[in-house]
Nanobody, 128 residues
Framework: EVQLVESGGGSLQSGGSLRLSCSAS????????MAWFRQVPGKEREAIAT???????RYADSVKGRFRISRDHAKKIVYLQMDNLQPEDTGMYYC??????????????????????WGQGTQVTVSS
């Protein structure tokens, strides 16, 4: 069973940085897609970054150039480095995972696929 635990959220002022961590009990398979989603108050949950088992990264336009996803495969941790945070980045951030088949990570970023495994989320609050 894949269990995901997020950490690293908090409150900060606009322009600051945070690094979120997602610790996985195991990866879904030898080929996998790990994703970060966020849910902003009043909006649907959206995929903002993905990384697959070969290290390929994809980003939503809203965070491109400010956020960076990375992973430590041996430690089973996926990170989300968030720089130049703005009030509109406030929300609950979730880690998610799925077995990688075909172009699954791309489908997640396009909003066309939903991973099976989810963490409980970590709150990020950015004030102006």
């Amino acid at each position: 069973e894949v269990q995901l635990v997020e950490s690293g959220g908090g409150s900060l002022q606009s322009g600051g940085s945070l690094r979120l961590s997602c610790s996985a009990s195991t990866f879904p398979s030898s080929t996998y897609c790990m994703a970060w989603f966020r849910q902003v108050p009043g909006k649907e949950r959206e995929a903002i970054a993905t990384i697959d088992s070969d290290g390929s990264q994809r980003y939503a336009d809203s965070v491109k150039g400010r956020f960076r996803i990375s992973r430590d495969h041996a430690k089973k941790i996926v990170y989300l480095q968030m720089d130049n945070l703005q009030p509109e980045d406030t929300g609950m951030y979730y880690c998610a995972a799925e077995q990688l088949t075909f172009d699954y990570c791309s489908a997640i970023i396009r909003g066309q696929a939903i991973p099976y495994y989810w963490g409980q989320g970590t709150q990020v609050t950015v004030s102006s």
